[in-house]
């Protein structure tokens, strides 16, 4: 059997890239390249015109190679390298990007974000769509025929193998030719992504959960306390690289911004003793927070007089307290003033009768309403008014030893300061880079960025869930930042884009790989979604609350619930020939959002990208380091930067980082 691809496919393929063409006999990246077989095989049936020969040092493969497994295996790697030749300085792929200031070659950021911008703004259908829709607005038929051809009965566990992992595990077979431009869209999104990989190894689960699936055996076990394997991984990880970087940079002081219940606070300064402000928005997490500091001490305390050893390597100085929110509008000698003691720039309007927030406890202040919502209203959640759960602000500290409401004493915040932010939502990475760059006392930073979705833009600068929206729109925005990507044509990244960015792909390959009964959601919603509209055109994407369990129950106990819970009645009768006849198509549902998931790794790329070109663009160095496991934490990237003094501290950190 031969294989081939019709002209159209190597059209879209050229049109692609910007008018790239590969003729017969070329050589690409390392010897490999595609080719266009002017003359035909012994045995090849589709004649010479679009017929497609992998070549590789310009000499064609030979006949016996030409079969559908091989094409579908050494393709993706073939235009891998493609990708990664004609994504080089001075190649077409750029040639309708931004140019460079005369003189100045692009950068490798700028011209893998300009790529990345290009390959989302071709695929905006994708990444812009809802897949509880796919029914109502017919999304299979937006693919190519050839790709649904492909992929439209393709089980679990193949298109997890053939699409979103990049190496070809045992599991991969191809039962069918895919078409080059599906193969060419999985070879670009695998390529042009950021590195995720963790630098710790690529073992399922980290080196420290082998032992004990909930214990890290690197933490000292009054770290572990209260707190999830993800978080025990996440804040060894971080706390020894801030500890690295406060070291190389000279800081004197670190800054852990929306710090939630004081986790990495608390490693930083009880295990690695650094002198640490602990900023977080949310007043009862604030409470927690020093809750946790008391019984640490209570424990150290213990151990000491038992004459632990261990106790005695840890120290007694807990993390200062701040509770409030940060103004992302705000200038830096507000920030800087919001962590000093005994200052009160707060303001606040005067609340309605009944709407005022909680009285405060003694020794802690109220901070101005800031984007419309006043920083000491308690929430179930740390949401701040981007919806994220860190934006922070001011108080007066507590210190770890202290009954509540007994300020502490708390050490003016002086000299060099490293800030820090594990995960900081939405705009408040973005306020944390700008206050690096303008404060002359932030000599470090390290940012772990997440919530992508809750991120200011020019399209959207109030995003959805804001408790109260801003009286006055915002002067500057969280994306684009840097002054490359806002003139990139096709940077502009929707809401829906940027919320997919934030799913975690690994935790779905393997669903996929499991097939879990869980994967049927998606095509319940869906189906459900063409329910409801039926009943009422009006009501369209209504948030419905997940069903525990759905994926235990049957379609018709699922409809009847989430009827009810967007107001329709309950009882409604399903047409059952109608309703089977979709949940039929539910590998298509799952498939065409695995397609979605595959570009939402370049999302994430381009923000973060945005990130250190802004940096760069202000003349910092910087460095992206996957930190975390991804299979523990999906959102693993964390942005180092350090000042022109401290610059060379960077190159030592990435170095010690990739020993482990």
Not at 533 to 551: E, F, M, N, Y
Request: hydrophobic share 40%; aromatic share 6%.
């Amino acid at each position: 059997m031969s294989y081939y691809c019709d002209v159209t496919t190597w059209h879209h393929f050229s049109e692609w890239w910007g008018d790239v063409t590969v003729p017969h006999g070329c050589s690409a990246s390392r010897g490999r390249s595609l080719g266009l077989c002017t003359a035909p095989s012994p045995g090849c049936h589709h004649g010479a015109t679009g017929h497609y020969g992998v070549t590789a040092g310009g000499v064609t493969s030979p006949p016996a190679d030409r079969c559908p497994q091989r094409l579908a295996r050494v393709g993706p790697v073939l235009l891998a390298a493609h990708v990664r030749s004609v994504s080089l300085p001075g190649t077409p792929l750029l040639s309708r990007s931004p140019r460079a200031a005369p003189g100045r070659p692009l950068t490798l950021e700028q011209q893998l974000a300009a790529s990345i911008a290009r390959v989302l703004a071709r695929y905006r259908f994708l990444l812009d769509s809802f897949v509880i829709e796919f029914f109502t607005n017919d999304q299979w038929a937006t693919l190519p025929p050839s790709w649904q051809d492909v992929l439209a009965d393709l089980p679990s566990p193949q298109l997890a193998a053939l699409l979103l992992e990049k190496a070809n595990p045992e599991e991969a077979s191809y039962s069918m030719v895919w078409p080059l431009s599906l193969l060419a869209f999985k070879a670009t999104a695998h390529a042009l992504a950021l590195p995720r990989a963790h630098c710790g190894g690529a073992n399922s689960r980290p080196e420290e959960f082998q032992e004990n699936l909930c214990q890290s055996t690197r933490l000292h076990p009054v770290f572990r306390k209260h707190v999830k394997p993800k978080k025990q991984h996440e804040i060894w990880q971080l706390g020894k690289l801030v500890k690295r970087l406060s070291e190389l940079a000279q800081c004197e002081h670190v800054v852990d911004v929306g710090s939630g219940q004081g986790h990495l606070s608390r490693f930083l300064s009880f295990g690695l003793g650094l002198p640490v402000t602990a900023v977080e928005g949310n007043r009862h997490l604030v409470d927690t927070a020093k809750r946790f500091d008391r019984e640490l001490v209570q424990v150290l305390e213990k151990e000491r007089a038992r004459g632990g050893k261990a106790a005695w390597e840890l120290s007694l100085r807990g993390p200062s307290h701040v509770a409030g929110w940060v103004d992302p509008q705000a200038p830096w000698p507000e920030f800087l003033l919001l962590l000093q003691p005994g200052v009160d720039i707060s303001h606040p309007p005067t609340a309605a009768a009944g709407t005022g927030p909680p009285s405060l406890e003694p020794g802690m202040r109220t901070l101005p309403m800031v984007l419309g919502r006043d920083v000491a209203q308690p929430a179930r959640a740390a949401v701040d008014p981007t919806g994220a759960r860190s934006h922070v602000g001011t108080g007066v500290p507590i210190g770890h030893l202290q009954e509540p409401g007994q300020p502490a004493e708390h050490p003016p915040v002086l000299g060099r300061v490293l800030l820090t932010g594990l995960h900081a939502c939405g705009d408040l990475s973005v306020t944390l880079l700008r206050h690096f760059v303008q404060c002359p006392h932030v000599a470090a930073i390290t940012s772990v960025a997440c919530c992508y979705m809750k991120l200011s833009t020019r399209e959207t600068p109030v995003p959805p869930g804001l408790v109260l929206p801003p009286t006055v729109p915002p002067a500057t925005y969280g994306y684009p930042l840097s002054a490359w990507v806002a003139g990139l044509p096709g940077h502009t990244l929707s809401y829906k884009a940027r919320e997919g960015a934030c799913h975690a792909a690994e935790d779905y390959v393997q669903r996929l790989r499991s097939q879990s009964p869980g994967l049927r959601a998606h095509c319940y919603r869906a189906v459900l979604e063409t329910l409801i509209r039926a009943a009422d055109p009006s009501k369209q994407c209504l948030g419905v609350q997940t069903i525990p369990g759905a994926h235990c129950l049957s379609f018709h106990e699922y409809a009847r619930l989430g009827l009810a819970r967007v107001g329709l009645d309950p009882s409604t009768p399903l047409d059952a020939a109608h309703v089977d006849a979709l949940l039929r198509r539910q590998q298509q549902v799952i498939a065409y959002f695995t397609l979605v998931l595959l570009l939402s790794p370049l999302v994430e790329s381009l923000i973060l990208l945005d990130r250190v070109i802004y940096l760069q663009e202000q003349g910092f160095q910087c460095r992206l380091i996957p930190l975390f496991d991804p299979q523990f934490s999906p959102r693993n990237l964390v942005l180092v930067a350090a000042k022109a003094q401290s610059a060379s501290a960077l190159s030592t950190l990435v170095e010690d980082d990739s020993k482990g």
